[in-house]
């Protein structure tokens, strides 16, 4: 299974270098995933079968993009996967599906496989739109690439009101959204993230379309993350 780490905005350099150590030792046969910052990817040194990820990338290719990281800059630095459309971006950048499909588009291009964010707020849930905002967000992700190519993307399912809230959704309501992604993306990984820890491990692990977890708080964490991974 694959256990993706996002750090999010969190670990400065030397944080971050001691951070690798005690990751590096955490024995598993799962593929772990790390999404530092920008910055700490450049610090990044394999000793280990942790792969590289980062946390976002330009819809734009090289050029006048003051601030912006494109995806051959990734390329650049071993940069294997990358997350796009999380939640906290769509919100706080006001990132658009539209925005998320070019970025799609620049790392496919780029060979590198994208971890394709989704999920609905609160208030989207108590309406019942949860598949209605997936199924939009899925479909205008995709919209650039071709068929053969969405195949490769990782879909990360995170409800947001499940992120950072230490609440996740009852198995019922993760087994109804995995079988809807399955149906319509048969042949992609799907991820949970959303308040994941190694308390809740035991129950989460019962839903069975779930190929692995995209870890925010916990991925700060190692001794917790290792107790995770151990009861995976
Ligand atoms: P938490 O695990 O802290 O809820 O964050 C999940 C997340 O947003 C991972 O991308």
């Known amino acids: 299974m694959i256990v993706a780490l996002n750090n999010k905005c969190n670990l400065n ?47 734009n290719l090289n050029g006048a993009h003051t601030g912006e990281v494109s995806a051959e800059q990734l390329k650049s630095f071993d940069v294997e ?5 999380h939640s906290e971006r769509r919100k706080d950048q006001k990132e658009a599906n539209e925005e998320i499909a070019n970025k799609m588009e620049r790392l496919i291009e780029e060979g590198i496989i994208p971890i394709l964010c989704v999920g609905e707020t609160k208030e989207e849930r108590e309406n019942s739109k949860e598949k209605e905002i997936i199924k939009q967000e899925l479909e205008i992700a995709f919209s650039k690439i071709n068929y053969e190519d969405t195949k490769k993307v990782i879909i990360a399912y995170e409800p947001i009101w499940s992120i950072g809230t230490g609440i ?12 809807f992604i399955k149906d319509n ?48």
């Open 81 to 85: 996967y990358c997350i796009i459309g």
């Open 168 to 179: 996740i959704p009852t198995n019922e309501q993760i087994n109804d959204i995995f079988k």
């Open 185 to 232: 993306y048969p042949e992609n990984k799907v991820l949970y993230g959303g308040s994941a820890n190694e308390n809740n491990i035991e129950t989460l692990k019962e839903c069975k379309d779930i190929d692995g977890y995209l870890l925010g708080g916990l991925s700060l964490k190692p001794s917790k993350l290792s107790e995770f991974v151990n009861k995976m």
């Open 13 to 59: 350099k030397n944080e971050f270098i001691s951070y690798l150590k005690e990751l590096e030792n955490i024995n598993t046969n799962h593929e772990m995933i790390l999404c530092p910052s920008f910055l700490n990817i450049a610090l990044f040194n394999n000793e280990s079968n942790i792969k590289l990820a980062a946390q976002n990338v330009s819809e």
